[in-house]
């Protein structure tokens, strides 16, 4: 595959604080983009650097009075969902994580900016009082061919964390969760695909060879899924992302969001976090990111390049948290983030789930009869 050189030695990183990373990294990574969410477009890397110096100087400088005061998106509300419900049972309760997705969005304020299909299938579940085939809404829409948008992508930074060690129950787990509200292949091999990054990153001490990386999990995606109709999409923008990697000159916006995309659908975005993460390994690739750490090169490349700024910005960031580990994130912007206390509780309970072996994760997730 080639050797991409020049990357920043890192050291072993305790496993807790990469839990931390992962559950943080992806909060922060929302928070950071959410700011440009709603422009829909590329934002030059060093107005979205600005953004983060000056909010960090607000609260070393103590303008900031309230912590928490950068908002987060659904994307952050359906990850703590998701893995609360984790973590209270001990196992996958598909109708639990329903319910926890829809009384939260049905409490929520409108800058939360949950998809407007989404909104409509937790208010459908609601209506119902979660009664019958939990799965059977989302199978219905979008005329019975079901979602492939990135929204069970961007919530499942807790899968790999609950079944650390354990790719197979990881891909299930990735599998059954998406298909309570993304059924199309090309979404649920979006999540296993984000799942199984932020595994490898997990797992990983030092990244060599970034194509390599990337190979090995499209690999590791056609060896683990059961839905192979979706392959063929995530092998191209596999591929697009090794092609983007091997450049000699700088990649911008343009030609990332002609090559890969960056928009909602899941065979776009999840490919273009795994660019992000690995292109920033480097320090060198993007000067004006060269004095900052690896974790924030990647998210602010993440929002900055990308379209849907706070989504792939929270993918990048629980891949890159998951490698560099949580302590590559400032105390400014850990006290910015909203939620962010709960994002250290939600990794620690992951965390000694799995370090203790406690509930029923020996057992693999099974969906209800369909």
Not at 120 to 141: F, M, T
Not at 161 to 187: C, M, W
Not at 291 to 312: C, E, M, P, Q, W
Not at 331 to 338: L, P, R, Y
Request: proline residues 4%.
């Amino acid at each position: 595959m080639g050797n991409s050189s020049s990357h920043e030695p890192k050291g072993v990183v305790p496993m807790k604080s990469r839990f931390r990373g992962a559950v943080m990294g992806s909060l922060y990574g929302d928070c950071l983009g959410e700011r440009y969410e709603n422009m829909w477009t590329e934002i030059d890397v060093k107005r979205v650097i600005m953004y983060y110096n000056d909010t960090a100087k607000k609260v070393r400088e103590k303008e900031a009075k309230e912590k928490g005061f950068v908002p987060h998106t659904d994307d952050s509300c359906m990850m703590f969902d998701l893995g609360e419900s984790l973590i209270r049972n001990k196992s996958y309760e598909p109708r639990d994580v329903m319910k926890s997705f829809a009384e939260t969005h049905a409490a929520s304020k409108p800058q939360r900016n949950y998809g407007k299909n989404a909104a409509i299938l937790l208010r459908d579940v609601r209506e119902r009082n979660y009664e019958g085939n939990i799965y059977y809404p989302a199978k219905r829409q979008f005329s019975g061919t079901g979602s492939y948008g990135n929204g069970s992508a961007m919530r499942v930074a807790p899968v790999p964390l609950f079944y650390h060690g354990d790719p197979v129950k990881i891909s299930n787990l990735a599998s059954e969760q998406s298909r309570l509200t993304h059924t199309n292949p090309k979404g649920v091999n979006g999540a296993i695909l984000q799942a199984l990054a932020i595994e490898k990153a997990l797992n990983t001490d030092n990244i060599d060879d970034p194509a390599q990386f990337v190979e090995d999990l499209y690999m590791q995606l056609n060896e683990l899924t059961s839905d192979k109709a979706g392959l063929e999409i995530y092998r191209e923008k596999c591929d697009a992302v090794v092609k983007l990697l091997s450049s000699k000159s700088l990649v911008k916006a343009p030609q990332y969001n002609k090559e890969i995309g960056s928009d909602v659908t899941a065979h776009r975005s999840i490919p273009a976090a795994i660019f992000c993460f690995l292109y920033t390994l480097n320090p060198k690739r993007i000067p004006a990111l060269s004095k900052y750490n690896g974790f924030l090169r990647a998210t602010i490349l993440a929002a900055a390049y990308s379209h849907d700024s706070d989504t792939v910005g929270c993918m990048a960031g629980a891949i890159a948290g998951a490698y560099y580990g949580v302590e590559a994130l400032s105390e400014e912007w850990k006290f910015a983030c909203e939620k962010s206390d709960e994002a250290i509780k939600l990794a620690d309970g992951l965390y000694e789930l799995n370090t203790t072996g406690t509930g029923d994760r020996n057992e693999d997730p099974v969906a209800e009869n369909e």
